[in-house]
């Protein structure tokens, strides 16, 4: 009953939400600027616009970290290779190596707390927990990146710095190291078996870059890449009736579904160094 | 429309280049001016006293003709005209520094944000948002909040602020997982309210165009406050005997915005909170007798320092709607 409540409070709020959005959006169309009838109507909001992008091929040495992990952080070093064809549209691959990759707090307290006995020996090595941890050991994304908002910002009101924003797509291949399948005994072992493996999932999420040159721009960007791992090598579907109970095997079953997020910081360089002007 | 704002932008500069450097230079050195006759300002509306050089502050000031007819053509002894040259004939421009100055080369770039957008002083911004958890992979609390900012000046804000989870925490399936196939369990909390007397700060604005056919400004907010966040331990441990009561911890508030602004008075809000607050975990640790397990003093664990970092998608209305700008754009 509780939760009835609250999913009816939920729908006031998005609808008072949206209310509020179609509010002010009839008076965005009013206060737009560029409904003139004079002479220049139909030009341009920017003029002589400095195009970042347009022409230029451009490579961004980056150092990302993953986000809500729960058994493994990541931290990887890679870098974007882009060329942009069009000042909003760019072809690239990005392509990164998970150089560091300590484990949370939760395996540490695992690895010091848990059992070891029979009803944890399929789950649980009786060494080093941290050892059948799953990694993320590299991953190349071909992706587009799609820049449809351009502007500058001010800082302090005294520095003034050329910014887009983008949003990113592309089709990820992921390098795992992820416990090996096993069953009956082989899965009981002191020490866990591991094998690699290659996770394909789709990647997207959207960034801001910071032109403070006209060679040099700073990156900050978000990178989804959903996919499904067993990220600490436990045995936790394929048994019952519905497949959601442990079965004493490892295996693809226990792959389950998450939503893998980093954040990446990266240093660009554009070539030609001379971005072109729009008319 | 935009032609003729710049043309008159052009003007004002070049008004304020001539302008200021006689100001300037009007008020420069400490070199006063030779001591006036004793009749100048016992009589102002004598024009041979000079002293109609502050017709720059009164332009009501009825203006002295170039050659009264009973005065002579060259002020007296000692008197000021007024001009610069005549005070301080060292700061006196001369014809080959305007040259200099007429050549020197400009960025012909525009590099400025012109006018902020929406001007801020003054007026209540009222930002009603929906929030979710960021940085906790065992129990998201959404929540539900809002913001309201009084601008003591356009950049600078105090405001009060408050959320309601009470209702909306999950419970992230993980947990049970890990607790059946590992053995051990992470405790974990849930959330009721929050509230908090908070300043911001408008450090960075800005302006996007999107797809080159319209334009729209945002700011960049950063703000600290500290208030209170009512937390209680979800008893995942011992559940049979234990029940735990919200309790009110002391919460400190950082955190940065983005706000884009549809005109002058609604605006969209993105916003990254980090509560930090000190919590109350359940303990681990299960009494083995059944008196030291129902013994409430039993059931406390850690108290670690917590983040709970939340973002934050809201709408800002700013009341009053309308404002006026100081000087024309």
New interface residues.
């Given amino acids: 009953m509780k939760r009835r409540n609250f999913r009816g409070a939920y729908a006031l709020g998005i609808a008072g939400l949206v209310g509020l959005g179609v509010l002010g959006a009839e008076r965005t169309a009013q206060a737009e600027e560029i409904q003139l009838t004079g002479p220049l109507a139909g030009a341009p909001p920017v003029r002589k616009l400095r195009q970042h992008r347009k022409g230029r091929f451009e490579i961004a040495p980056a150092f990302s970290f993953t986000l809500l992990d729960e058994y493994r952080r990541t931290m990887v070093v890679g870098a974007t290779a882009t060329y942009n064809a069009f000042d909003w549209l760019g072809f690239g691959v990005y392509g990164g190596y998970g150089v560091v990759a300590p484990l949370t707090a939760l395996s540490e307290n695992v690895n010091t707390s848990a059992p070891r006995n029979p009803r944890t020996a399929v789950n649980v090595a009786k060494g080093d927990f941290g050892a059948q941890v799953s990694k993320m050991t590299w991953m190349v994304v071909p992706q587009v990146q799609i820049a449809p908002f351009r502007g500058k910002l001010a800082i302090l009101s005294k520095v003034f710095v050329d910014t887009d924003l983008y949003l990113h797509l592309g089709l990820g291949f992921h390098g795992l190291e992820e416990r090996a399948d096993c069953a009956g005994g082989a899965c009981t072992t002191d020490v866990k078996a591991m094998a690699s493996r290659v996770a394909i999932s789709p990647n997207f999420g959207l960034g801001f870059k910071f032109y403070t040159s006209k060679l040099v721009n700073f990156g900050l960007e978000y990178r989804a890449f959903p996919y499904s791992w067993n990220r600490a090598g436990l045995d936790q579907r394929g048994g019952g009736n519905d497949g959601k109970f442990p079965d004493q095997k490892i295996d693809s079953n226990d792959q389950t579904f998450k939503f893998n997020q980093m954040i990446t910081l990266s240093v660009g360089f554009a070539f030609p160094s001379q971005p072109s002007l729009s008319e | 429309?935009?032609?003729i704002r710049r043309v008159a932008g052009c003007l004002l500069a070049v008004s304020a280049l001539v302008a200021v450097p006689q100001v300037a230079l009007a008020q420069k050195g400490g070199k006063k001016p030779p001591a006036a006759p004793a009749a100048a300002p016992a009589a102002p509306a004598a024009p041979a006293a000079g002293g109609d050089a502050i017709e720059i502050d009164d332009p009501n000031a009825p203006k002295k003709p170039d050659t009264p007819p009973d005065q002579p053509a060259t002020p007296p002894a000692g008197g000021v005209t007024g001009g610069i040259c005549d005070i301080d004939p060292t700061a006196c421009p001369k014809q080959s520094d305007i040259k200099a100055l007429a050549d020197k080369k400009v960025a012909a770039?525009v590099?400025?944000?012109e006018q902020e957008f929406a001007l801020k002083k003054g007026r209540v911004e009222v930002n009603?948002y929906?929030a979710f958890t960021?940085?906790?992979?065992f129990v998201s609390h959404p929540a539900?909040g809002l913001t309201a900012n009084y601008y003591l000046t356009n950049v600078l804000a105090v405001g009060i602020n408050g959320n309601l989870f009470a209702?909306?925490n999950v419970d992230s399936d993980?947990n049970f997982?890990?607790r059946?196939?590992?053995?051990?369990a992470?405790p974990l909390t849930e959330y009721q309210w929050s509230a908090a007397l908070q300043f911001s700060y408008v450090?960075?604005?800005?302006?996007?165009?999107?797809?080159?056919?319209?334009?729209f400004n945002?700011d960049?907010y950063a703000l600290g406050g500290v208030g209170a966040l009512s937390t209680r331990p979800i008893a995942v441990i011992d559940p049979d005997n234990r029940k735990f009561d919200f309790k009110p911890k002391i919460d400190f508030n950082v955190g940065v915005g983005f706000r884009i602004a549809?005109?002058?008075?609604?605006?969209a809000t993105l916003e990254l909170r980090d509560h930090i607050y000190v919590e109350q975990l359940e303990n681990?640790q299960v009494g083995r007798s059944q008196a030291e397990q129902t013994d409430p003093n039993t059931w406390l664990g850690d108290k670690p320092l917590t983040n709970h970092i939340q973002a934050q998608l809201?709408?800002s209305?700013f009341l009053p709607f309308g404002f006026e700008y100081r000087l024309p754009k």
């Fill in positions: 429309m935009k032609g770039e590099y400025a944000v009603p929906g960021l940085n906790d992979q539900f209702g909306l993980f997982q890990n059946r196939a590992t053995r051990v992470v450090p960075i604005y800005g302006k996007f165009s999107g797809f080159n056919a319209f334009i945002y960049v549809f005109n002058k008075w609604f605006a681990i809201g709408v209305v």
